[in-house]
């Protein structure tokens, strides 16, 4: 039973994380320490699992809490969600604000001016002021219910702030990727071997189409809101200027910033300004909007069937120049994936001189048919890689031909293959080098052990890698631990003194946990937040390279491309000697995070698997409570486990407990195990 002292207090968290949240997320003026927001996360998580009924959708705890989907359900809107007509000049702009004088003669006219965010469009619905459902505009009439994903969005308030929350509140935005954020996400995909998402917008539009909310979770989102749907109750503002203030007060994330116009000046000046400010944003703006500020006024002059007659989008050119395109190189990555690259002559875009552009994969180079000696069109939109779109057809010299995409690697001469890169949007589009010994992905591999997040070893950089590999001093990883001061000063811009510090460097990477060894180790689709996965599953790494690829699926966010990516990197007879090596060199293979979670518990040594719904529980914070108490959890059911808890609707796991007459509890007894004694 909840008491009212435990309820009043789980509404002043839920209140409390909330400010901060926003504070955090939307202000970008945190009022607490990490630490501190820590402490109130972790009352309200404790006030929850003794309280299970407090633990509702709206609770701060649930954020992740959604389940995987097999589909998304229809969601109706219940104001249709348009979109704007563009225009592409000032002249189309002066035609667009005549048009509106002629329509309300003897009015005047006021407008504002937000920048046009480049991301998703979403409409959130609030009924009494709680989070109730989010969908993606479709086909303006009916979208996709994302609501799981959008409550992983950090700015996106669960809970409207303030007393006043009206009856039904539907808002209007665009869901966005900040461009660091894009940028970090990027390289690790590239890290892990997955091909890297090609603009901010993509990436949005691809994760809020996971069906599994915890993969958005881990998706840089964030959200911004200038409009409303359908709106019942006390929520009346007469001015866009006034609507946005009204939904900042609510929580809601407002454009960065808006200009108020009286006049067609003002207008070409605001969308100017605009233009010069929008790369500080630190995401990606498109062009303008201008609004007619007066909202009776809009209804006055409605909409066409497409989009209303009152606001218009101001598209800006994106930032181009034409180069010339002396050859295209072909760079192997470290997994072996062949990338063609443009060699430009040097140009300015966007503020900075660009003689290298990526032309992605084959298919891209044959869509565009991009022939060296073309000029070309470079693009920068924002602040993201140069990219070539186009040839400037006039210019091809008459004798040109067609690029032929090399059929073996330009590195070892090895026959390229294409296999298929799941999720990436060039799915099944990049040739890839199969020869371990290519000296492209020797180098690739040499650099990434030595990476920060990896074995940490300062100055096995690009540079040094090359040095050493063209020397013939290193071949792979085991090599670094077999250097002596006399190789390395005897190698071109060493001194005794660097060498030294490099060996230093190489001596104390031994001792690193296991997480970073195994993401040295590159094994295809295995970066950062895997190689902990399974340091914190695996005592050591040879109990990493016994499991099989079962053992592997048994773990938590471990799917089949993993499970079979490290079953085969074990099972390559090259690389189990390579661990050999390591092993006579000295490296640490014991897992400190390993040791961490298996300190002694109440429930050490036990197995468990969480199936069915937890009521009250999410199945994160069910398996944290297994975990902090030393116990373990797996994702399917054999001899070893020691407890089913079934949640309601369980289905084949509870069946197989039975089967294997594997120890059956419900949520109520599971509880009890996990209470503290
Ligand atoms: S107002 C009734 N304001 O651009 C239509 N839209 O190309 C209301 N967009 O569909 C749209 N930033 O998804 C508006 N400040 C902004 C915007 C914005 C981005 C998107 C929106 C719209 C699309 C039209």
Not at 289 to 314: C, M
Request: charged share 25%.
């Amino acid at each position: 039973m909840t008491s009212s002292q435990d309820f009043l207090r789980h509404r002043e968290l839920c209140a409390a994380i909330a400010r901060h949240d926003h504070a955090y997320y939307a202000l970008a003026r945190p009022a607490i320490s990490d630490r501190e927001y820590d402490r109130l996360m972790g009352e309200l998580l404790g006030l929850e699992q003794r309280c299970p009924d407090l633990a509702t959708p709206d609770s701060p705890s649930q954020r992740v809490a959604g389940r995987p989907l097999s589909e998304f359900r229809p969601a109706q809107h219940a104001v249709p969600m348009m979109s704007l007509d563009n225009t592409y000049s000032q002249s189309e702009a002066r035609e667009f604000v005549n048009r509106l004088i002629k329509l309300l003669p003897g009015e005047t006219l006021e407008w504002v001016v937000e920048p046009k965010v480049d991301g998703v469009a979403v409409s959130l619905r609030y009924e009494n002021g709680v989070f109730e459902l989010g969908a993606t505009r479709g086909d303006g009439t009916t979208g996709d219910d994302i609501t799981a994903n959008l409550r992983t969005i950090r700015s996106l308030p669960l809970h409207l702030l303030g007393p006043d929350a009206p009856e039904v509140l539907e808002v209007r935005g665009e869901v966005y990727m900040p461009t660091a954020g894009f940028q970090k996400m990027n390289a690790s995909r590239v890290a892990q071997g997955e091909e890297p998402f090609a603009n901010p917008r993509n990436a949005t539009a691809g994760s809020l189409k996971q069906l599994d909310p915890r993969s958005v979770a881990a998706r840089p989102l964030a959200i911004v809101l200038y409009g409303v749907g359908e709106t019942r109750g006390s929520f009346a503002p007469t001015t866009q200027l006034e609507l946005i203030q009204r939904l900042a007060a609510f929580g809601l994330p407002a454009p960065p910033r808006t200009w108020f116009c009286r006049t067609m000046e003002e207008l070409l000046e605001a969308i100017d300004e605009l233009d010069k400010v929008r790369e500080s944003f630190g995401f990606e703006t498109d062009g303008a909007v201008i609004k007619l500020n007066d909202l009776s006024l809009r209804a006055r002059v409605g909409a066409t069937s497409k989009a209303p007659r009152w606001a218009i989008a101001y598209k800006y050119e994106p930032e181009q120049a034409r180069t010339l395109l002396k050859s295209i190189t072909i760079q192997v990555g470290r997994t072996g994936a062949l990338t063609p690259v443009a060699e430009l002559e040097p140009v300015l875009v966007a503020g900075s001189t660009v003689s290298r552009a990526t032309l992605h994969n084959e298919e891209e180079l044959a869509r565009k048919d991009i022939r060296v000696g073309d000029t070309v069109i470079v693009e920068k939109a924002g602040e993201v890689i140069p990219a070539v779109v186009g040839v400037v057809m006039e210019k091809r010299p008459a004798d040109s031909v067609s690029f032929v995409f090399p059929r073996s690697c330009p590195e070892c001469g090895t026959a390229v293959s294409k296999t298929a890169v799941e999720d990436g949007a060039d799915a099944g589009a990049v040739w890839r080098c199969a020869n371990q010994d290519c000296p492209a992905q020797a180098r690739g591999r040499l650099e990434h052990w030595c990476s920060r997040g990896a074995m940490d070893i300062e100055g096995g950089g690009e540079v040094l890698v090359a040095q050493v590999v063209k020397s013939g001093l290193v071949l792979d990883v085991s090599d670094w631990y077999r250097l002596t001061i006399e190789e390395l000063s005897g190698l071109e811009r060493m001194g005794r003194k660097s060498a030294q510090n490099l060996l230093d460097g190489i001596q104390a990477s031994k001792s690193r946990d296991l997480y970073r060894l195994i993401l040295g180790l590159g094994i295809l689709h295995v970066g950062d937040g895997v190689a902990k996965i399974l340091g914190r599953e695996f005592e050591d790494l040879d109990a990493l390279a016994a499991a099989g690829e079962e053992r592997l699926l048994s773990v938590e966010d471990i799917g089949e491309a993993i499970a079979r990516s490290v079953v085969d990197w074990f099972s390559d007879s090259r690389n189990r000697r390579l661990i050999e090596r390591l092993r006579a060199a000295g490296l640490n293979f014991k897992s400190a995070l390993f040791q961490a979670r298996a300190a002694p518990g109440p429930l050490k040594g036990k197995t468990f698997v969480l199936t069915g719904t937890l009521e009250g529980m999410t199945r994160d914070e069910a398996a944290a409570l297994v975990e902090s108490r030393g116990g373990k959890v797996s994702g399917s059911v054999s001899k070893k486990t020691d407890y089913v808890v079934a949640g309601a609707e369980a289905g084949g796991k509870l069946e197989k407990a039975r089967k294997l007459g594997v120890k059956v509890i419900d949520l109520a007894a599971f509880r009890d195990l996990v209470a503290e004694r």
